[in-house]
């Protein structure tokens, strides 16, 4: 097995060098046997490198520990759950995965566009093969998932992290994968594009979808992995502005104003070159992360996985900034915008603030992380750069966003007049006041950060129920149709707009989640048993401390009861689990009492068997299931903006019909597959 | 003024306040702190009065100790050997003293990092953020030193 899946990247090596030439032949001596080779070499590339990622599950489920990769990231006593999705888990695995998922995303392009936009894809289909070509080099000579022991191969596995046997990382790295990687695929459409001169609206339309499909995996991800801290790590927040998670969030902040200002160009034939850096700077962004988390760049203090893959990365990002924006200077001239920005009153001027306040946060962010590693290279001192420096800027910055998705959407394209201002404004503006007088006088909430926060989130919900009475109440005179039909086709004929009014008011929830933070309350004490601590409106007792053990692992269990406001809530369980292996791994149990309001959140933090003694951490954490909340209405806005329309009797359509289909049912699942075990 | 003198000043502006901003947002002693092996501390004491810093090294096997019934922690950091700038300071240790919840990682022989103060006479590192490391594993060791 270990051949096979080596000989099957070696063949998807061959393959995809192949198909990149065949692509470009077959157009440039305009051969249609060419053409349609080079489609088949985008699909069997998807076959070798399915072939070498099943092995590898293979592998790992057969527990074949000559494999160093298999010995490093699992142990026989594994579920076999566990052990298959160990795949990822590792660097060398997770490329393999990188580049399978590239080819899954690159094969369902081609076909889409096997009979369209004939000009651009063999310049895409190129692209993406160049791509496929580096990743499959740099297992070839640098990550090899299937290196073997030579001698002396052991017997059983060092065993995974227990932290990463959890729900969440078995959802949370496909689906930030799959937004990640879902990026390369309008970047090899802009290349296209620019490489061939077909710079009208065409490649726009061609991958509009594939934006949103990767901006929705990308922020299920993020979602997902902020939800892994919370209930896994037991520090009782989601996001630390840890440089992993970093380098997932560039990416999504140029790819929402990616995502914006494209509109403008459908719209207004405007910021053409614009968007074209956007997606080149989006693509370089999840180059630049992947790089990030596996070369050691960034924790120079710890550098954990010190390897070469590092230069590869900057050599292939180096080339990729060449290219690129090579081809963008020589193609400048197309590029002129159609027309000019009329006033600073209209939707296409709130949308370029959109995106410079978009690509700041995304400069800031990565001048954060970044910053220590430049320091060292320039004076050899080592720094760190502190999660204050990213508060600091990004909640002002994070307060203009929201400001601008309750705007943007309502002033008209080219100018708004001082009527329209007025007929849209009147309604939020007076919402929001009241909102205010409400959250100063009636809950005493005077710190402005969150403050401001609400106060904005009840503006823009109000701007977006606002949309939605308008449009209906619109149709119930027009039409003459029920509130429930003018309702429901009023968001069926503009499922985009719609759509994006729901993804938004997901956007506003989450909001509120984050405003929640600046009243989160904290505690750590020392109890007997019998004895009790109050926090909030909580008082926990600690009952008893347990001491069990299942053969995997000890399990000290602290039992304590809540009462909340006075009233029995029952009890929770905190814990520490030693595990076996990897030897003397200890992982925390976090135990917590969930509500919209706020969630009542247990640690252990130690305990001491002698005296009967447990230190218990203890935090309340106002609104967190906001940001949670939120991203499933992001979800559902998702689902109804990237529906295909059913007009267009196109001879792909069913292909396109069946994508957003599948995109939408497989991240429900995956979901559904989360929450079912999380909460079991 | 032509256009391209307006962009220019414009641009400079915008890039002058944004930079001095940034620069004064890194001053705050809480957002940057400097990084050092435990054998700089020991060889230089003098250096880091009334500076916090961020020390890394070894738990020392079986310094551990801590005050029963609460969470003051005291325990030695050692050298990192193959990092160590003064060889003179290996075979020395660090005085660490924390109070607080201490991560699961936290064992003799550990990677730490602290975060703190050394007291006024030198003697004891007083540290207010404690990151430990299990023997390097990527991804979860990266991910363990999120904020303890």
């Known amino acids: 097995m270990t051949d096979l899946g080596y000989y099957a990247i070696l063949a998807t090596f061959v393959v995809a060098t192949y198909t990149a030439l065949a692509a470009i032949l077959g157009h440039l001596k305009q051969s249609p046997r060419l053409a349609a080779s080079a489609q088949y070499g985008a699909f069997a590339t998807f076959g070798t490198l399915t072939i070498s990622s099943a092995s590898l599950v293979y592998l790992f489920v057969t527990n074949d520990y000559s494999v160093k990769y298999v010995q490093h990231y699992s142990d026989r006593s594994m579920p076999l759950f566990y052990k298959a999705t160990s795949f990822w888990g590792g660097q060398d695995g997770s490329l393999l995965f990188w580049v399978w998922v590239l080819s899954i995303w690159g094969a369902i392009a081609v076909y889409q566009n096997r009979n369209k936009n004939r000009e651009i894809m063999p310049y895409t289909i190129a692209t993406l093969m160049v791509i496929v070509i580096f990743f499959t080099v740099l297992m070839l000579f640098q990550a090899n998932p299937f290196e073997t022991y030579l001698a002396g191969a052991p017997t059983d596995g060092r065993g995974l992290n227990p932290l990463l046997q959890n729900p969440y990382m078995v959802t949370h790295p496909p689906s930030l994968y799959l937004g990640y990687i879902g990026w390369t695929i309008p970047f090899t459409f802009a290349i296209g594009a620019l490489a061939h001169g077909k710079l009208d609206y065409s490649w726009i339309s061609a991958m509009r979808r594939w934006c949103l499909v990767a901006w929705f995996f990308l922020t299920v991800g993020l979602t997902l992995g902020g939800l892994w801290a919370y209930e896994e790590l037991g520090w009782g927040g989601y996001w630390a502005w840890d440089p992993v998670e970093n380098a997932a969030f560039f990416p999504w902040l140029t790819g929402t104003a990616f995502i914006h200002s494209v509109q403008v160009q459908e719209r207004r034939g405007m910021y053409k070159a614009w968007n074209l850096v956007l997606i080149i700077v989006t693509f370089i962004l999840t180059l630049l992360g992947t790089m990030m988390t596996r070369s050691g760049v960034v924790q120079s203090v710890h550098a954990f996985a010190q390897s070469d893959i590092g230069t590869y990365f900057f050599a292939f990002i180096i080339l990729t900034v060449v290219v690129s924006f090579g081809l963008l200077l020589y193609r400048m001239e197309a590029l002129r915008p159609q027309q000019g920005l009329e006033s600073i009153l209209s939707r296409e001027f709130a949308f370029l603030v959109n995106n410079w306040i978009l690509l700041a946060a995304a400069f800031l962010v990565l001048f954060g992380t970044l910053f220590p590693s430049l320091y060292k290279g320039v004076t050899g001192h080592e720094v760190n750069v502190g999660a204050t420096f990213f508060n600091t800027w990004m909640i002002p910055i994070g307060m203009v966003m929201l400001f601008l998705t309750g705007v943007g959407p309502l002033l008209s394209w080219r100018k708004s007049t001082a009527a329209t201002v007025q007929q849209q404004f009147t309604l939020p503006v007076v919402v929001a006041a009241i909102v205010a007088v409400g959250l100063w006088f009636g809950l005493d909430i005077t710190n402005w950060k969150p403050l401001a926060t609400l106060v904005l989130c009840a503006f823009v919900t109000s701007t977006i129920l606002q949309e939605f009475y308008r449009g209906t109440r619109y149709r119930m005179r027009n039409a003459k149709e029920n509130v429930l039909d003018a309702f429901i086709t009023l968001v069926v004929r503009a499922r985009r707009r719609y759509g994006g009014y729901v993804i938004h008011f997901g956007i506003v929830l989450m909001f509120v989640g984050f405003a929640g933070e600046a009243f989160k309350l904290e505690e750590d004490k020392t109890l007997k048993e019998g004895e009790s601590v109050s926090i909030g409106r909580y008082a926990v007792t600690l009952q008893q401390l347990r001491f069990e053990d299942d053969g995997q692992k000890t399990m000290i269990t602290a039992d304590v009861a809540v009462k909340k406001a006075g009233a029995d809530m029952g009890e929770l369980h905190p814990a520490k689990w030693a595990y076996r292996k990897p030897e003397d791994q200890v992982t925390t149990e976090v135990s917590k009492m969930m509500s919209l309001r706020d969630d009542l959140y247990l640690v252990l933090g130690g305990y001491d068997a002698e005296n009967r003694l447990a230190t218990l951490q203890l935090k309340v954490n106002p609104l967190v299931n906001f940001v949670w909340l939120g991203c499933t209405f992001t979800m559902f806005g998702f689902s109804i903006a990237v529906w295909p329309d059913r007009k267009k009797q196109e001879a792909t359509v069913r292909v396109r019909r069946f994508m957003p289909a599948f995109a939408g049912a497989a991240s429900l699942l995956v979901m559904v597959v989360t929450l079912v075990l999380a909460f079991i | ?148």
């Open chain 2, 1 to 148: 003024m032509g256009p391209a003198v307006k962009i220019v000043m414009s641009a400079a502006l915008i890039l002058g306040s944004g930079g001095y901003l940034l620069a004064e947002s890194l001053r705050d002693p809480d957002t940057l702190t400097y990084f050092h092996g435990a054998d700089v501390v020991i060889a230089q004491p003098g250096q880091f009065k009334d500076q916090r810093i961020r020390m890394g090294g070894h738990v020392a096997k079986g310094s551990i100790m801590q005050k029963p019934g609460t969470l003051e922690y005291q325990f030695e950091v050692e050298p990192v050997a193959a990092m160590a700038k003064f060889p003179e300071a290996l075979g020395k240790t660090v005085t660490v003293r924390y109070t607080g919840v201490v991560p699961d990682t936290f064992k003799d022989d550990a990677e730490v990092i602290v975060a703190g103060r050394l007291t006024p006479n030198g003697a004891v590192f007083e540290a207010n953020e404690l990151v430990a490391k299990c023997p390097s594993k990527y991804e979860a060791a990266e991910k363990n030193e999120k904020k303890y």
